[in-house]
Nanobody, 125 residues
Framework: VQLQASGGGLVQTGGSLRLSCAAS????????MGWFRQPPGKERELVAS????????YYADSVKGRFTVSRDNAKNTGYLQMNALRPEDTAVYYC???????????????????WGQGTQVTVSS
């Protein structure tokens, strides 16, 4: 599968962005999806994950209550709605997919099979 992330940009503190991850290939519901980010000079970290049917989700503590992960399997697209953005959210954001039929999320980045190219999110103070 190929993943294409989009929607990044420059936003002020408190603003919102919605990232999209378009997937091609197999039935989209056959993939668990994850969103990761890599801040400047830091390691990549998991932001959120969502199971194949969209019912089960996971969020990093740092984004709980501000970010919402979702998916539209009919459109082969995943989303990350980011609200109340902070300067510390500045990072390159990646979407990833694991080819497995599962309603559960996956938090181990090593488990993901496919990665998108990344989209830059910059939050100014």
């Amino acid at each position: 599968v190929q993943l294409q992330a989009s929607g990044g940009g420059l936003v002020q503190t408190g603003g919102s962005l919605r990232l999209s991850c378009a997937a091609s290939g197999r039935t989209f519901s056959s993939y668990v999806m994850g969103w990761f980010r890599q801040p400047p000079g830091k390691e990549r970290e998991l932001v959120a994950s969502i199971g194949g049917r969209g019912a089960n989700t996971y969020y990093a503590d740092s984004v709980k209550g501000r970010f919402t992960v979702s998916r539209d399997n009919a459109k082969n697209t995943g989303y990350l709605q980011m609200n109340a953005l902070r300067p510390e959210d500045t990072a390159v954001y990646y979407c990833a997919a694991k080819a497995i039929r599962s309603i559960l999320y996956i938090i181990d980045d090593a488990a993901y099979d496919y990665w998108g190219q990344g989209t830059q999110v910059t939050v100014s103070s």
